[in-house]
């Protein structure tokens, strides 16, 4: 069975005493209340040593937000997949669409990168979605298929294990403009369909699929309730523990 999984990207928001602030806030709720999912926090790289010292490992998984293309070296103000690792996170998110517009990480960059926090034994969550134009040309499916296929159609099954897919169509992160749950579940059981074609049926049923994009307490549940749709890959509402345990509690 494939896991559910909420996780939180915190972005470049809070301070680092903020960040522990909320990660032990955030602790002393699930550890009262148990999740009925995996639960992940991605924070700033500088954050994360810090929070791993305030979370049961147990209860919340830790996640950085990038990693770099390159293992060590010359490379001023980057940050190794194997430096993230030795953080205690076990986690990093790839590919958000922040990073693919801002940063210009092409699909050749993700995949230095995921093979590297793969060398690093971190799991992937790995984003991929289409921008407004791109679906309102109809395009989204063709353009997810080749996100996928730039990035990651060279792992092995065995390797492919470790990744967690985040569908977020752009043109609903951070707008409050959520995809409805049949246009999620739709490009789920797509994206399903072309894992299955590339690694296998089992690979494609064990893979859990996220969704993101102004994921809320309030939409949470008609979402995950969809059958290819495996939890959340959650931003604004990832800062306040109220809102994210109540997606969270969807799973309930
Ligand atoms: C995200 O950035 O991954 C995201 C889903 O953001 P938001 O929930 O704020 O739309």
Known sequence: MR??????????????????????DLN?????????????????????????????SNIIGLGAENCADKSSGAYTGEVSAEMVKSTGAQYVILGHSERRAYYNETPEILKEKINLALANGLK?????????????????????KSQLEGSLFDLSVEE???IILAYEPV???????????????????????AIAEKFGNEAAENVSILYGGSCKPSNAKEIFAKANVDGGLIGGAALKVADFKGIIDAWK
Do not use: Y
């Open 28 to 56: 002393t709720a699930l550890t009262a209340d148990k999740p009925n999912c995996d639960v992940v926090i991605c924070t700033p790289f500088i954050h994360l040593a810090s929070v791993a010292n305030e979370i049961d």
């Open 160 to 162: 492919f294990k470790n």
């Open 171 to 193: 043109w609903a992160i951070g707008t409050g403009k959520t995809a409805s749950a049949e246009q999620a579940e739709e490009m789920h059981a797509f994206i399903r369909s």
């Open 124 to 144: 992937v969550i790995f984003c991929i979605g289409e921008v407004l134009e791109e679906r309102e040309s109809g395009k989204q499916s063709e353009v997810v």
């Open 3 to 24: 896991k559910k999984i909420v996780a939180g990207n915190w972005k470049m928001n809070l301070n680092l005493q903020d960040g522990i602030a909320l990660a032990k």
